[in-house]
């Protein structure tokens, strides 16, 4: 059973920072492609971020949706069962229910349902 479960939601003031961590177990996760998406309320899941999974041969590679570019840095242990998402400048939009996904592929990909998991989601409420 693969169970993915995040952590460090909040309410923080805008320009305020959070970091959010999903802890993985029942499986080793340093070959998955991890990907953290977020849902605010009335509309879809979108993409946030994700990381490739480790292999010997290609290098770990970082991927984010525009909006978050250069304010959310996203990083995994070298034990590659927990993601990181640490959240800088954040801003009133970026609240939503914020969710870890993993998929059976090395490979990140900023599509929700090729996503093979996901966390229960954790609330990031930012107020202006």
């Known amino acids: 059973q693969v169970q993915l479960v995040e952590s460090g939601g909040g309410l923080v003031q805008a320009g305020g920072s959070l970091r959010l961590s999903c802890a993985a177990s029942?499986?080793?996760?340093?070959?998955?492609?991890m990907g953290w998406f977020r849902q605010a309320p009335g509309k879809e899941r979108e993409f946030v971020a994700g990381i490739s999974g480790i292999s010997a041969w290609f290098t770990v590679e970082t991927y984010y949706a525009d909006s978050v570019k250069g304010r959310f840095t996203i990083s995994r242990t070298n034990g590659q069962n927990t993601v990181y998402l640490q959240m800088n400048s954040l801003k009133p939009e970026d609240t939503a229910v914020y969710f870890c996904?993993?998929?059976?592929?090395?490979?990140?990909?900023?599509?929700?349902?090729?996503?093979?998991?996901w966390g229960q989601g954790t609330q990031v409420t930012v107020s202006s």
């Open positions: 996904a993993a998929r059976s592929s090395m490979v990140v990909t900023t599509t929700a349902n090729e996503y093979d998991y």
């Open positions: 029942g499986r080793t996760f340093s070959r998955y492609g």
